[in-house]
Structures are given as C-alpha cells and as structure tokens.
C-alpha cells in the first residue's frame, strides 16, 4: 500500500509509477483527510510507502497529521517501509519527521528512503511559467521514479539520493516557520472569479468554502499546499501578504504535472 499526498501532481506521479511497477495500492492521503477516511488494512508483509513533497524541509502538516490519526489495523513489523519525497532541492528532514511519526504510532521502521528532484511549484520563491524548464526538469524525474519504483521493487535499504544540502541542518528553523506561513490571511481573492468552486471542492484541509459565490478561507490555517491558487481556471485566487507579494506569485504562473491527471476531491 502507499499513501501519497500531492497537490499539483508532482508526488501523485510518483507514487503512480511505483505502484504501476509493483502491483501496490494507492491512497490519496489528501481525500483520506478531507473526507475522515481513516482505517486501512495492511496484508502480512505488505509493503508500506509515504510518498510526499517537502514543505519547508519537512514534510506537509496534513502528511504529519494523517500519520498521527490514521489507524491501520494489522500492520505488524515484518515488511518493507519506505519514503519517497519529491522536491525542488533539497530534502530537509522530510524523511526524519517520517521516519518518527511511524516508530511512534505504529512501531514501525523504515527500511529505505528515496528523493526525486522535480519542479518546485512554491509561488513565493520559485517560477513555474517557464513551460520549456518545467519540461525539462519532469524529464529528468520520470528517470528517477523510475528508478525508484525498481529499487522499491528489489527492497532496498538504506538512503537514496538525498539532496541534503547546507539548508538540511535548519529544517527544525523551517518548520517553525512553515506553522506561520500556513496562515490562511495570506490568500487574496480578486474579481476575477468565476464563482466555479474548484478550490472549494478540491481543499483537503476543508479550509475553504463558497461565500456568495465566492471563496472564502474558514480555517485560520491549512496545509499550504497552494492548489487552490495552481488550480484556479481564472488564476482568480493569489497568494500574498501585500500586493507586491501577490503580485510576484502570480508572475510566477501556474503549475499542474502535465503526466497524471489533476488531484480531484
């Protein structure tokens, strides 16, 4: 089985081809969260993946608390437990938070961890206009997922191409950070909506909902995966404390991984 979370598609790819490649099951931790979805049941030796983006050198809070609430039932020890990350550069603690969350809830170990660079899709620091790039860059990590998939297939230990980096060392600075920025008064609606209720719909965090034909955030925060604003048919939906801000992320375009369908709700 594998839970994945994504919000553009980048991690839902991922985890698409490894489960294409060894016959496992998905579930979309986004849906599981949204809807209250959570017990499963894990065969004996069934393999376990988390695959998921990094948010601010960890991993989404959605993810942390998934891991936290979901009961699964038969889960025992004797498998193979492993995490797949997808990132723009670096890695982080992404695989420490995972590593802890599953010792602590289900006695749990993983057995290999794995990171495949893709495009960075965080509008406030990273450009996604550049469709040529982008292109590129989704190139290189369909190579690397399909490596991964081989390797998860072949049940390898240890740690995998991770892009550690001088920033790794601050990922704890960068999660305190993160419960700030996942303020939802940063999300700014202009006139441009077309009252069509995708971000609504589509929000795992139920942190959005239609105000006369408008949407409005009901959540003093979310997981920040910025969907609502990539989604957007009008590019109605900005991110931003100030304009200037707003502005420079929405210079930045928006961004859907053109190889797997769209994270529908």
């Known amino acids: 089985m594998i839970f994945y979370f994504s919000s553009t598609g980048n991690s839902k790819e991922a985890a698409e081809k490894i489960a294409a490649a060894n ?5 979309d931790i986004g849906r599981a969260m949204k809807f209250g979805e959570m017990t499963y049941e894990l065969k004996a030796g069934e393999d376990l993946g988390i695959v998921t983006p990094v948010y601010y050198g960890g991993i989404p809070d959605i993810v942390y608390e998934f891991l936290k609430k979901v009961n699964l039932k038969g889960q025992g ?9 997808t990132c723009g550069s670096v890695t982080g603690g992404a695989n420490s938070m995972v590593m802890s969350a599953l010792s602590q809830n289900f006695g ?3 057995s290999a961890t794995y990171a495949i660079k893709t495009v960075d899709n965080y509008l406030p620091l990273f450009d996604c206009s550049d469709k040529e790039a982008n292109q590129k860059r989704l190139a290189s990590a369909e190579k690397e997922m399909d490596q991964v998939a081989a390797q998860v297939a072949a049940k390898d230990l240890g740690e995998h191409n991770y892009y550690r980096g001088a ?7 960068e999660q305190f950070v993160y419960e700030y920025a996942r303020s939802t008064n940063k999300f700014h609606v202009t006139d441009a909506c077309i009252s069509c209720g995708l971000c609504a719909n589509n929000c795992p965090c139920n942190a959005i909902a239609m105000n006369s034909g408008k949407p409005a955030w009901v959540k ?32 930045h375009g928006q961004y859907q991984n053109p190889n797997t369908k769209p994270v529908e709700y």
């Open 220 to 251: 003093d925060k979310c997981t920040l995966c910025l969907g609502c604003v990539h989604r957007c048919p009008a590019h109605a939906i900005q991110f931003g404390k100030s304009e200037k801000a707003r502005a420079k992320a929405f210079a």
């Open 167 to 173: 920033w790794a060392l601050l990922w704890p600075v």
């Open 108 to 110: 749990l170990t993983i």
């Open 23 to 27: 016959g496992d099951t998905l579930t």
């Open 77 to 85: 020890t004797d498998r193979y437990v492993y995490h797949v990350v």
